[in-house]
Each structure stands twice: as structure tokens, then as C-alpha cells.
């Protein structure tokens, strides 16, 4: 036992390598992918202690090049999922009881880790399973990933320092308790930080966690329960399945001692999950915690004043990078009339410079999609929008699956606000256009466009044009951008999460998320106790 009031690390974020040409990081990643490469790996579930390998195996592959085998995953079923309930819960005890400051350590040493012998690893691991660019992959899996566990660390002691006031004789303490039983940790494709950081978060908090990763993501998921592993996790506090998902949550959302949902994902599974929580409320021994990141569709508005290289930028970046499948990628955009040719003289310019292909080759700025699944379902809004009267390709529209998933950057203007493409989430490389007459209308349009409210930003030269937009945009985005693209939030700077149909709006990367993770209990110890009831107001004058 150690005694103190202990200070974290000093906070700062991690600095993101360049992959230059002639750099040693750029070296070291293509020797870490090649070295991926050369092998096929087996990946199992962790199961309390045990690797549990069920030979049913999945096969892996690089969404850009569809015909080689990274490795197998075993899949395990409802038995599996029964198991990893029953690990957690007999780790509970004892990793509640664990002092936060070696929580703490296990965490930072696991940032530590990633910073420096996994750097290149998890960053291969999640450019050859996810299909991203170097310097996607390095501010994903390595940057954020580093700052979500050590501001986490950050978080979490401000946490425990927040205790109430105390009269005279008396003294008010606050017990930040894990919730009473497990939390369950559902995390997507799009990025091995969220992946990581949402099984994480809850355990550094004192939780115990099953944790299942997206299919198209558990490549890059074994190499972070490796340095959980490493880092000195105990066996049970965070056990990883691969299993169908309805399968997972019937048995999950019917346990007593289900505690709590870790969510990023899609709205419409998300609504689901809801809703069978919902109907499961009198099983649980406590009100479960729900926390989700769902959908977006996020918009940029160019003022009449913006300056059209800074539109053309925001608007290429923002929608694809990482071949748009971010939750919050520019997806549609509103420019002013009178700006509109000199934007899309850029925009067209510079994409004509974008390249396509292979994580292997750096100079490709865009990869594949993730799936086939998702390559079918995108090129099917672009084949309509060819045949749709009220929009018109006006970059790309081209794609092929032969060798990979690869779609070309697509822009559609389209002559209605409410166009199909303005409204839905496409979750790919499609940008539509709306060109319009009149600032303070389309703020109203933006607003009421979408169920979605995740990101969204607003490019203007004039203040008028920003004030009027933070207001009447005020509830239409969770983060918001001013005279930038609406994506890249940097954990600490830009805590991020949207309402309305895109979540909780719990702010991962920030004390607002950890928050939902504790089970506040109110101490109150009296030093001289009162040893009759009757008090002085009973006295007769």
C-alpha cells in the first residue's frame, strides 16, 4: 500500500510523424508491413486467461487487395459469449478493489508501448486490415490511441479529486465506484483508437469488459489486447469475442449484471440496442449506462466571403480522407453562388492529383473501402445519382472491385437541398454539392435536413457570417469547425460527439465520458454524534 496524493504525467499530445521520403519512420512502417505480410496470423478470442481458439476460422484480407490472406480469426459463439461474462465477473472483485494510480500505470505503460516498440506495428496492422494511408493510420491507431489512454489517466484523477464541501464536525467524502457488474463494448471498423479506447476507458474507471470489435477491425484489435497484455492488464478485466453480434446482445442485454453499453457505431443498430435494453429494464440489477457515437452527416457552409481555395481544401480533405468513412466526413456541402466556379475550378484541379490504390504505396492519398458490402451499397447512390435528374457527377463516379475495393472520389451537385445523397449517411467517398442564393436560409435548410447532428463547419471570411452560423447551427453539430475542415478532432483540444441521431453526445476524449463509467457513492462521517433527538426549537419560551 502507498500513501500520497499522487500527480499524473505531464499531459501533452502525441506528436504525429510525417512519413517523409528518406525518414526512419517511414522505413520502419513499410519493414512493419512487410513484415505483416509475410505471415498468416491466428488470431483467437481472450477469454479471461485462456486464448480460445474454436476452428471456425475467418479469413482476413486487405480491403485493397481482396485476394491475400493477412490471417484468421476463430469465431466463437453464444458458449463464448457466456464465458467471457463469467471471466469478467470473477475479475471484478479484485480489479475494483485495485488502486487507481497501478490502474493508471498499466495504462500509461500501455501508451508508452504504443508510442514506441508497437508505433509501427499497430499502424501496419490498421493500414493493411482498415485500408488507411500512413498518416491516416499514424494519427489513428498510434496518435489517438496514445492520447485517449493518457489524458484518460488525466481525466480520471480530476475525477477522484472532485469532493464535496464539509460543515463543522463532519466529513463529506465521494466514493467513485465501477458500476455494479460489465460493461459491454461494442466498437466499429473505422478506427483502431475508438476500438481501443472504448473497452479502455471503462476499465481504467475500475470495470470489468467484453469487448467485441467489428469483424473488419480484429487485426488490428489483437495487436491491442497484445499490449494490454503487455502493459500488465489482469486476465478478465478486458476479454475480447468475435461473435455475431444479435447473438452477443441476446445474451448480454438479458443478463442481470449487465451494467453498462461502450457504442460506436450505426444509428439504426444502435436504435435496436436501445430498444432492447429498454424492454429488458426489470432484468438488471441497476439502470444500465448507455453511451454511443452513432452516424453523421455532416455539412460545410461556405459564406459568400469564404475564400474558395480554403472551401476546395476543407471540402477535399474532409470527404475523403479515409475514403470518407468517418463518422464525421463532409458529406454535403452548401456553397454560395457567387463563389461556386472558383471553388469547383479548384476542387476539380486538385482532384484530378489525387491518387488511388494500395496502403503500400504512399503516394496514394485514397485506399479502399472497407467491405464489399459497403462498396456495393455506396456505388449504388452513385449509379443513381447518374440516372437522377436532380444531380449531376461532377467528379469520379467510377469504381472498381476486381482487385480491391476501390471507389474514385466522387462530387454530385445536385439542384435539391433534400436531394437522397444530402440526407443519408453514405459512409464512403461521395461529396454533394448544393449551390444557393440566400446565407441565413440555409442555415434553416442545414438545420432540418438530416436526423443527424454529429459535425459540421462553417467557412467565412466575415464575422458576421460565423456568428450568424454558431447560431442557428447551434444544436445541428456537437463539433463545429470555423474556417476548417469538420473532421480530425484531437483528444484533450476537441472532445467529440454529437446529439440528435448521432449519440449520447458522452464527449470521448474528455472527464465527460469517464463521468459515465462511475457509480458515485456520498460519504458522510460525524465526529461527535448527536445523542438525543430533541432539538431547540422543541423548548418551551
Known sequence: MTNGFFTVPALQNEPVLDYAP???????????????????????????????????????????????????????????VTAAID????????????????????????????????????????????????????IDAACEMIDFLRYNVAFMSEIYKQQPVSGKGV?????????????????????????????????????????????????????????????????????????????????????????????TGSTAVFQTIWKNIGNNINKYKSYPRIVGETGGKDFVVAHPSANPEVVSTALLRGAFEYQGQKCSAASRAYIHKSIWPAVKEKLLADLAT???????????????????????????????????PEAEIIAGGTYDKSKGYFIDPTVIEVSDPHYVTMEEEIFGPVLSVYVYDDFEQILDVIDNTSIYALTGAVISQEREGVELALKKLRNAAGNFYINDKPTGAVVGQQPFGGARGSGTNDKSGSMLNLLRWVSPRTIKETFDSPRAYQYPFLKED
Open 354 to 388: 489525387v491518387k488511388v490504390g494500395t496502403v503500400e504505396d504512399f503516394s496514394n492519398f485514397v485506399n479502399a473501402v472497407i467491405s464489399e458490402k459497403a462498396f456495393d451499397r455506396i456505388a449504388t447512390y452513385i449509379d443513381n445519382a447518374k440516372s437522377s
Open 171 to 263: 466529513w463529506n467524502r465521494t466514493d467513485y465506484r465501477p458500476l455494479e457488474g460489465f460493461v459491454y463494448a461494442l466498437t466499429p471498423f473505422n478506427f483502431t483508437a475508438i476500438s481501443g479506447n472504448l473497452p479502455a476507458s471503462a476499465a481504467m474507471m475500475g470495470n470489468v469488459i467484453v469487448w467485441k470489435p467489428s469483424e473488419n477491425q480484429v487485426y488490428a484489435a489483437a495487436v491491442i489486447m497484445e499490449v494490454f497484455q503487455k502493459a500488465g492488464l489482469p486476465d478478465g478485466v478486458i476479454n475480447l469475442i468475435n461473435v455475431d453480434g444479435p447473438k452477443a446482445g441476446e445474451i448480454i442485454f438479458s443478463h442481470r449484471e449487465f451494467a453498462g453499453l461502450h457504442f
Open 22 to 80: 528518406q525518414s526512419s519512420e517511414r522505413f520502419k512502417l513499410k519493414e512493419a508491413i512487410k513484415e505483416a505480410k509475410a505471415h498468416v496470423v491466428d488470431i483467437p478470442m481472450f477469454i479471461g486467461k485462456e486464448e480460445i481458439r474454436t476452428g471456425k476460422k475467418m479469413e482476413i484480407r486487405p480491403p485493397h487487395e481482396h485476394g491475400h490472406i493477412l490471417g484468421y480469426y476463430h469465431e466463437g459463439d453464444e458458449s463464448h
Open 87 to 138: 471471466a469478467a465477473l470473477a475479475a471484478k472483485q479484485a480489479w475494483g478493489d485495485t488502486t487507481w494510480e497501478t490502474r493508471a500505470a498499466i495504462f500509461l505503460k500501455a501508451a508508452e508501448l504504443f508510442a514506441g516498440p508497437y508505433r509501427y506495428k499497430i499502424n501496419a496492422a490498421t493500414m493493411l486490415g482498415q485500408s488507411k494511408n500512413a498518416y491516416q493510420a499514424e
